[in-house]
């Protein structure tokens, strides 16, 4: 039954969000297969940002290479990625839902976010989102309801495109019960794989299983997470805090696959000198760095380490090139990337402030 005082969350996903923003700039792509990656080239090394519904149904897929795309919609229109364009859209619907009465916004990325409001008609409040977001910015979205986080994400699958759907405690395991574990927010392949080898296969599997079992093979604080996911249950509230960056990555693929030593330490020394940009803007002292190296053909490792709190540059660029010596020597390189971990406010105000200056 309805309750005026129940507090809802709500999660708010643009419906083929980069897509979208395209069509809008372009209205005569609408109805045609429209896939956006890398620089609008198939013939170079880059992945597919967002595809439009009528190019999914090729088979094409976020994270996919670019020439496989093409491959499989040989008639897609396929566009360069314009991350400003998709940056100013986003601040325009985020605008428009913290402008909702009574809403608390808490942004996850360009194209999603929850909303925490209190009222007896979620459906209502919902439907209400979706006409302010079009009528602002003409993009539609989907909007999972919810009384936890988990559940409200896991809803938006089903109300898409442009629709809403309600996942409660009460429906959790009728809906979601039969399916695989792999669906869940916060469930990965790798995960469900190693579920799987417990036996833990369904979603229902997960909700019912032994604790101990979790915990021994994800950790004690892991493991009971995971059955807690399979459940459901969780948070139900929304934070609107300004999300704060843990790091800042930066990362290449080259058009041409690099072997030599020297050519990727330059590499690195450039990715290294961009992150760095970045992180200065922030003003917070690098506690950790890695780097992220993907082989040829496709097989990818990361090194990450911690380091000393500093705001040296030399310092933190030594430290990146020490994780490069731990490429192997002579496999030749498609993709290279830097990172660099920035103490955290909190961290701050525990007392580990460092002592040196430099940016």
Known sequence: MSDPHHPWVLHVDLDQFIAAVEILRRPELAGLPVIVGGRGDPTERAVVSTASYEARAFGVGSGMPLRVAARKAPDAVILPVDAPAYTEASEQVMA?????PGAVVQVLGWDEAFVGVTTDDPEAYAAAIQRAVLDRTALHCSVGIGDSLVRAKNATDFGKPRGTFRLTADNWLEVMG????IE???VGSKISKRLAAHGIVTVD???R???AVLAAEFGPKMGPWYRQ???GDGSAVVDDTPWVARGHG???TFQQNIVEPADIEQAARELAAQVLDDVVAEGRP???VGLKVRYAPFLTKTFVHKIPTTFDRDTVVAEILRLVGRIEPGRPLRLLGVRAEMQMPDDAREGHTPTRSGW
């Open 229 to 231: 996911l399979g459940r």
């Open 205 to 207: 599997d997960l909700a």
């Open 286 to 288: 690098v506690v950790g």
């Open 178 to 181: 039969h399916r695989p574990t």
């Open 250 to 252: 930066r990362e290449t």
């Open 184 to 186: 869940l927010w916060g």
């Open 209 to 211: 299983a032994d604790e």
């Open 96 to 100: 428009t839902l913290r402008a909702q």
